[in-house]
Nanobody
Framework: QVQLVESGGGLVQPGGSLRLSCAASGFPFSSYSMNWYRQAPGKERELVASIGTVGGITNYADSVKGRFTISRVNAENTVYLQMNSLKSEDTAVYYC??????????WGQGTQVTVSS
């Protein structure tokens, strides 16, 4: 049974930091690229960060570049999203996604991040 379990969400003040974790199981983690998506109320799902299976290649949405860092520790089947200098616009449900092919992908349940003073 494939599982992606996000954790680390919560309420944080603007300018604060938060680290999201996604624990994976039930599939060959190292063979999958990993992504973090987010969806705010009334808005479409947005890809915010990606990390490849090899070479340490990462990509970020322009809106988070320089503030967010995606990383993975394959030995523990976990992908992280370090979020710094948080803004109210970052408020959303954040989802962990694993993908090898378009038709071979998995999603977590999501974790709420709320940035508010």
């Amino acid at each position: 049974q494939v599982q992606l379990v996000e954790s680390g969400g919560g309420l944080v003040q603007p300018g604060g930091s938060l680290r999201l974790s996604c624990a994976a199981s039930g599939f060959p983690f190292s063979s999958y690229s990993m992504n973090w998506y987010r969806q705010a109320p009334g808005k479409e799902r947005e890809l915010v960060a990606s990390i490849g299976t090899v070479g340490g290649i990462t990509n970020y949405a322009d809106s988070v570049k320089g503030r967010f860092t995606i990383s993975r520790v394959n030995a523990e089947n976990t992908v992280y999203l370090q979020m710094n200098s948080l803004k109210s616009e970052d408020t959303a449900v954040y989802y962990c996604n694993a993908v090898r092919f378009r038709w071979d992908n998995y999603w977590g349940q999501g974790t709420q991040v709320t940035v508010s003073s």
